[in-house]
């Protein structure tokens, strides 16, 4: 899957550095797998959540950290839209359109 985009990920670990691995590896999984499906994605992380829209949401680190993308199966790309910890997940009103 091509990511949009590593520098989020890299951005946000600077700032939060216990999340650093979690999020490398989640990218390093994701970068490799092609996914045409949700249940693809399943098989990869088994905690990943649809919320509608085409977002998916990833608990990372033992879910002390969320993880919001879009995935488009068709063009194989994966646009991340949110990086936080648990509570900040939890104030977002609208996740269907972060």
């Known amino acids: 899957m091509r990511i949009i ?18 999020l490398e590896a989640w990218y390093k999984t994701t970068s ?3 996914w045409t499906c949700f249940a693809d994605m399943k098989k990869d992380f088994n905690s990943v ?31 991340i839209r949110f990086i936080g910890t648990h509570q900040e997940y939890d104030k977002i009103k609208d996740i269907q359109n972060i």
């Open 32 to 34: 490799k797998a092609n």
């Open 49 to 79: 959540d649809s919320v509608g829209n085409q977002r998916y949401v990833f608990n990372i680190k033992g879910n002390d950290y969320r993880l919001v993308v879009i995935v488009r199966f068709v063009l194989g790309t994966v646009f």
């Open 5 to 22: 985009s590593h520098r989020t990920i890299r951005e946000y670990s600077k700032r939060n550095p216990k999340a650093e691995s979690a």
